[in-house]
């Protein structure tokens, strides 16, 4: 049971890490593309470290007795969380750049000529539409998948 709590933490520590580093450089006024890379790296190692571990069976949960682990721990259920994670956290990213570009361009438009406010806005609800999207279908992903 202590190492199902630590491996989190320790994900999460590991997580946190570089972004210590960055805060110093920037304090500093160096450059933290080296922290930001670090951080990039550790997230990947955390996260394949996420996928293989359930694959290799490395970790076993708790189940009742005449249970087996496979009917405790879906591993089809945990993949299709997942993807409804990655398919709302990605919609939302890609929604945050689209309107991060969009937006401060439709502020200059109206601010020249206030009849472009309805154009400017319609490629901001754009952005915007991305994410909702995204949580459309992690919506589906997680109702085929029974939770």
């Not at 405790?72 to 709302?88: D, E, K, N, Q, R």
Request: glycine fraction near 12%; proline fraction near 4%.
């Amino acid at each position: 049971m202590l190492k199902l709590m630590l491996l989190p933490l320790a994900a999460v520590v590991l997580l946190m890490m570089p972004f210590v580093f960055m805060a110093k450089k920037i304090k500093n006024g160096k450059s933290p593309k080296g922290a930001f890379i670090g951080n990039l790296c550790t997230f990947a190692g955390v996260m394949l470290t996420a996928i293989i571990v359930p694959f290799g069976h490395l970790v076993s949960f708790a189940a009742e007795e005449g249970e087996t682990v496979k009917t405790a721990v879906s591993m089809g259920a945990g993949i299709g969380y997942l993807a409804a994670a990655l398919a709302v956290g990605l919609s939302c990213i890609g929604s945050g750049i689209a309107v991060a570009a969009g937006a401060p361009a439709a502020i200059g438009a109206t601010s020249e000529d206030p009849k472009n406010f309805v154009k400017a806005l319609i490629f901001v609800v754009l952005g915007e539409g991305i994410a909702l999207y995204g949580l459309l279908i992690s919506i589906l992903i997680v109702s085929s998948v029974g939770g």
